[in-house]
């Protein structure tokens, strides 16, 4: 993989580049600051940027504005948001668009040095990740008790096809069924998880998280 780092920290950024360097992969860049992030991205077109959450000069949401810009001006590049700890509203900002391409984990990860490595290429090949503990309070954000139960096998099935990353139609494909049929088995698996239409976040990335967490 080609990638790029974003982090104030250069300590971080040195430590990421030997480690990226020793499992065969190049880093084409590395910034402190999300406007040469943004530079660098579109000097090099990376497979993958990775990006601190905060970031000068204010320290706030610089790294994710900047995710959200790349996201927008470069759709074929993935992101992989690192942040100290779980920042739910900035994690929900990123969930709100498309999640093909796209991770969010805690920094205490990458000294999980396999597992890492397996989330940069996941997001390079266009899966979403997301680190269990944000996933954990997002959920808690959205309900209690754990519905799975309740769905039908049919839905059950359509909601794995879901967390696989297919499409509607791909799984009306799939299952031989009619789309008409995939969808309103889609709008009963949101309504038995108690995923409200109004909450903010995309209702088929909760379903699919939901599902992972279970």
């Known amino acids: 993989m080609r990638l790029i780092l974003a982090d104030d920290s250069v300590l971080l950024r040195e430590g990421l580049i030997r480690l990226l360097d020793d499992a065969g992969h190049e880093v084409v860049a590395a910034v402190g600051d999300a406007r040469a992030l943004l530079d660098a991205v579109e000097r090099h077109h990376p ?5 601190d959450v905060r970031m000068p000069p204010t320290h706030t949401n610089e790294g994710v504005r ?8 470069w759709p074929g590049v ?31 990860r990458v000294s999980e040095v396999a597992d890492f490595l397996s989330s940069l290429e996941r997001v390079c090949a266009g899966g979403t990740v997301f680190d269990p503990e944000v996933v954990r309070q997002l959920l808690a954000r959205t309900t209690h008790a ?13 909601l ?4 696989q990353g297919f499409a509607n139609a791909a799984i009306a494909e799939r299952l031989h069924v009619s789309l008409s049929t995939v969808e309103k088995h889609v709008n009963a698996i949101m309504d038995k998880l108690g995923l409200p239409r109004d909450s903010g976040y995309s209702r088929r990335v909760l379903a699919v998280l939901r599902y992972l967490d279970g």
């Open 146 to 158: 754990d519905p799975l139960s309740r769905l039908s096998g049919r839905e059950s099935e359509v």
């Open 78 to 108: 993935g992101v992989l948001v690192l942040s100290q700890y779980v920042e739910k509203t900035y994690a929900a900002t990123l969930l709100a668009g498309t999640t093909e391409g796209l991770g969010y984990l805690l920094k205490d």
């Open 160 to 163: 794995r096809h879901l967390a």
């Open 66 to 73: 900047a995710a959200l810009e790349i996201r927008e001006r």
């Open 47 to 51: 497979d993958v940027a990775v990006v």
